[in-house]
């Protein structure tokens, strides 16, 4: 059975960082491309960023590149998004999800405030 | 970047009967590859999103065969034969042809 499990969203300081972790289970994570998507309260879904299978090849939406940072660890199977320069508008509930060109397995999500 | 532009924004529906969500690009959605990356996705309330349909037309396993997927190019519809209480939620349309990856405002639906 495939799992995805977030971990480390919370509360942060506008300016502050956050790192996400995303712990996969039940599939071949070494061989599977991986993103980040993010829902604002009461908004739609918006893609943030994604990520090849070796880690050599990284995506990003306009709103967070240079930002936020995707990486992996295929000897832990764990995806990652470490935020820096948290806005406001970064305030969302964050999901990671298999693969990038259609998402069937989504994490449960991880909440992500950023406010003084 | 691709837009998803979605029609009806806000879908009241009568139980029983159909309901049809359209979903428009502002470019051609189908891949070097041949195929279209189009997929549907529901959000029922305080839930995470689940895919129905990928590739614009193709079930995903649980999912009920009232549910389909049709279009080409850059105009797509989810089509629900006889909604039922538990379709209650909102609808999205996500593109994974293109970079960045967009998604459809969203379709509430509701019932009446």
């Known amino acids: 059975e495939v799992q995805l499990l977030e971990s480390g969203g919370g509360l942060v300081q506008p300016g502050g960082s956050l790192r996400l972790s995303c712990a996969a289970s039940?599939?071949?994570?070494?061989?599977?491309?991986m993103s980040w998507v993010r829902q604002a309260p009461g908004q739609g879904l918006e893609w943030v960023s994604s990520i090849s299978a070796s880690g050599a090849t990284t995506y990003y939406a306009d709103s967070v590149k240079g930002r936020f940072t995707i990486s992996r660890d295929n000897s832990e199977n764990t995806l990652f998004l470490q935020m820096n320069s948290l806005r406001a508008e970064d305030t969302a509930v964050y999901y990671c999800?298999?693969?990038?060109?259609?998402?069937?397995?989504w994490g449960q999500g991880n909440r992500v405030t950023v406010s003084s | 970047d691709v837009v998803l532009t979605q029609s009806p924004l806000s879908l009241p529906v009568t139980l029983g009967q159909p309901a049809s969500i359209s979903c428009r690009s502002s470019q051609s959605l189908v891949y070097s590859d041949g195929n279209t990356y189009l997929s549907w996705l529901q959000q029922r309330p305080g839930q995470t999103p689940r895919r129905l349909i990928y590739?614009?037309?193709n079930r995903d396993s649980g999912v009920p065969d009232r549910f389909s997927g049709s279009g080409s190019g850059t105009d797509f519809t989810l089509q629900i034969n006889r909604v039922e209480a538990e379709d209650v939620g909102v609808y999205y349309c996500m593109q994974g042809t293109h970079w960045p990856r967009t998604f459809g405002q969203g379709t509430k639906v509701e019932i009446k």
């Open positions: 999800a298999k693969d990038s060109a259609s998402f069937f397995y």
């Open positions: 039940g599939f071949t994570f070494s061989s599977s491309t």
């Open positions: 590739k614009v037309s």
